[in-house]
């Protein structure tokens, strides 16, 4: 090999290949240095020496000045920076120091920056100070300015302490130890760990003081502190918040018991002292929500302490009032004492499973939600049921019976809305009406001692004076059985208020009366069947006259219109007459009803009437009627409506068919007349006549 230059071996220039050797005389590469610490040093004028050196360890080394590795290649591809230590694939070495808060200078032993102008950068070092620890920082080229470190942004476990983490963010310590700290300016913390294998979160203040402590399988508390669950805000030791007005703000789950045993199943609710005699404990409800209001409770449940903590009442208040002040046993108003009777209104039911007491009338309400039914009240022991009250939908009250033994015995006894009274029937007809399906007396009234003048067992209605004088008695004396009329006796007395009377040319009454069958010639009488279901009172005429039975509507110290009803002789109808003056009793008949037809016909004899004249009234007074289709207020809405017209409507277009008498309210009589609304009518159709002849002459 030929050489260009060989100085002693140490400077070789190869004349072929142009390599040059230091410290070899044929160099493989374009310059190879051959030494026992072979070195290239890179001197730069004015500036550092730096060395590159390959040495007998088989490490390739990077220094200044020939002081200290810059950087250490190991011959097994480890790197040292800082070090010549290469036990990791990558080791470096720097001063350590806690990353700065503010410049430009990371002091970090690892640097990743962005492609930012500024640029933003990542920082990896390890901290001076005890417990010298290492840290990883995200920040600006503000050092001031810090940003989010990400783990895993992409998804994936990140574990601490565990090589298969199974949750985002898994820490694994030991038994015993805490495995999160979170710490507030190296003051108050919270420690999530293990107390023993027991799971706990514990919380404690700038003095190592701990405040909070929740910990399965032992002792949960909180010290020195209201607790709130779903407020910021706890106004008690324990404040629970719902999330929305229609969400529970609370769940208790107790546990259970089959032996009827519920005192240690559930929420207990106890004092700090003993409860003696007249103390209270409970639970307050109130709607407000400042710290000031919520101490006035409007409503409670609670005990109050009879004999001690061994016998208690429970009780419940409530007030309707916002005083500003607490609850007090004024605001009682339901109480079930120990010994299971219950007061609604009364703090001492005594006596009775039920006491209500109030001020006002009204005492109990019972209420069916559902249209169509019935309101029950049923009284039963183990046989069966006894007796039961209905309230029934359609506004009446019904009694039955049973026999202990699962019989049910209906309307033994009902009262309908309009306020009659059954007995034996569900349909009564009269203020009292008793039927009896049996062979048995309706109704039986009875004296224990055998009956005389002065002990009658029977009806008796007194006069309206009160005293002894019996206006009308049915009795039972040693003689037989007797119907008294007038007085006890028998006899009758012209003096006395009679509310009904039978009389004959024996005796007479000056008084007027309400009923009077009378005659001297006994031309009417009560029939012999009155007292039977149909029919109920006959009045028969039995004289060969045109009189017939009459039925007289006489009024009192001749200050009221007096009127007869009657039937006259067969094809001339039922009758009504009346006095024309007040108090007489000369009647004339104003009206009849047909007995065949059914027609009613009012009189209109022209030798009953006087100052004539033609009528005015007729289309443009007709046109002005309103028909009507209308129900009677008293009528249910499943009833047809009626035709008609509404009386003050007429009376302002035709007021000769208006009526109206004296009284108040509804009890004043308001009708309209047919006959004027005829006339009216057929003055209409003539007018209307006039017309059409009118039109056809044209």
Do not use: C
């Not at 640097?111 to 102008?117: A, F, K, M, R, V």
């Not at 199943?265 to 109130?286: C, E, H, K, R």
């Not at 067992?457 to 002894?468: E, F, K, P, Q, V």
């Not at 005429?541 to 009127?563: E, I, M």
């Amino acid at each position: 090999m030929a050489n260009l230059s060989n100085i002693n071996n140490f400077f070789v220039v190869e004349q072929t290949t142009g390599y040059v050797g230091i410290g070899i005389t044929d160099p493989a590469f374009p310059l190879e240095v051959k030494s026992a610490s072979a070195e290239l040093a890179l001197n730069a004028t004015g500036a550092s020496i730096y060395r590159l050196k390959s040495d007998s360890t088989d490490y390739f080394r990077i220094n200044k000045n020939g002081v200290g590795d810059r950087l250490v290649i190991s011959g097994a591809g480890n790197v040292g920076i800082g070090t010549d230590s290469t036990e990791g694939k990558l080791t470096i070495q720097h001063t350590s120091a806690n990353p700065p808060t503010s410049g430009t200078t990371a002091n970090s032993a690892i640097q990743i920056l962005s492609n930012l102008s500024p640029p933003h950068q990542l920082n990896i070092g390890v901290v001076n100070a005890p417990s010298y620890g290492s840290y990883i920082q995200a920040s600006d080229n503000n050092l001031a300015v810090n940003y989010t470190l990400l783990l895993q942004p992409n998804g994936g476990n990140v574990g601490i302490g565990t090589y298969s983490a199974s949750a985002k963010l898994e820490v694994v310590t030991a038994v015993g130890a805490d495995a999160i700290r979170l710490n507030y300016g190296q003051s108050a913390d919270i420690f999530l760990g293990f107390n023993s294998a027991n799971p706990r979160i514990l919380l404690q203040d700038n003095s190592n003081v701990v405040t909070h402590n929740f910990q399965s399988n032992g002792d949960n508390y909180i010290v020195g502190s209201d607790v709130g669950i779903g407020t910021t805000t706890p106004e008690r030791k324990l404040d629970v918040k719902s999330n929305s007005d229609t969400a529970p703000s609370a769940y208790l789950r107790g546990g259970k018991s089959s032996q009827g045993e519920i005192q240690n199943t559930g929420l207990i609710i106890g004092t700090q002292t003993t409860m003696v005699a007249g103390d209270y404990q409970g639970i307050s409800f109130t709607g407000y929500t400042s710290a000031s209001a919520i101490a006035r409770g409007r409503a409670a449940i609670g005990v109050e302490a009879i004999n001690g903590p061994g016998k208690m009442d429970l009780i419940f208040m409530t007030r309707f009032a916002d005083d500003g002040t607490q609850l007090s046993s004024a605001d009682e108003k339901m109480r079930i004492t120990s010994g299971g009777n219950v007061g609604i209104g009364t703090d001492s039911p005594t006596g009775y499973k039920l006491v209500i007491q109030n001020t006002a009338e009204d005492m109990i309400k019972l209420h069916n939600s559902t249209d169509g039914l019935d309101s029950l009240i049923s009284f039963t022991n183990p046989g069966g049921t006894l007796a039961r009250i209905q309230g029934l939908d359609n506004g009446g009250l019904q009694f039955d019976t049973g026999n202990n033994a699962g019989g049910l015995n209906t309307n033994v006894m009902y009262m309908s809305n309009s306020g009659n009274v059954g007995i034996g029937t569900n349909l009564p007809g009269a203020t009292l009406d008793v039927v009896n399906s049996g062979n048995y007396e309706s109704i039986r009234i009875g004296n224990s001692q055998l009956a005389n003048v002065n002990k009658q067992g029977g009806i008796t209605a007194l006069n309206y004076t009160g005293d002894s004088t019996s206006i009308f008695q049915y009795a039972t004396n040693s003689s037989g059985n007797t119907v008294y009329f007038g007085s006890a006796d028998g006899s009758f007395r012209g003096t006395t208020q009679l509310s009904f009377m039978i009389s004959s040319s024996a005796a007479s009454v000056s008084h007027s009366q309400m009923l009077r069958i009378n005659a001297a010639s006994i031309n009417a009488y009560l029939d012999q069947y009155i007292i039977k279901t149909t029919p109920t009172i006959i009045l028969e005429g039995r004289n060969s006259g045109n009189s017939g039975a009459k039925l007289q509507f006489l009024g009192w110290a001749n200050t009221h219109d007096n009127w007869e009803l009657g039937n006259a002789m067969a094809g001339q109808g039922f009758q009504f007459r009346a006095s024309a003056t007040a108090g007489s009793t000369n009647f004339a008949t104003v009206a009849v009803i047909n007995s065949n037809t059914g027609v009613y016909t009012a009189t209109s004899d022209i030798n009953k009437k006087k100052d004539f004249e033609d009528s005015k009234i007729g289309l443009n007074e007709v046109m002005k009627l309103k028909p009507k289709l209308f129900r009677m207020k008293t009528e249910n809405e499943n009833l047809d409506k009626h035709l008609g017209f509404i009386a003050q409507e007429v009376k302002e277009v035709i007021p000769q068919a208006y009526l109206e008498e004296n009284g108040k309210d509804n009890t004043k009589f308001i009708g309209i007349q047919d006959r004027p609304i005829i006339a009216a009518l057929t003055k209409a159709i003539q007018e209307l006549k006039a017309e059409i002849e009118l039109l056809k002459s044209k």
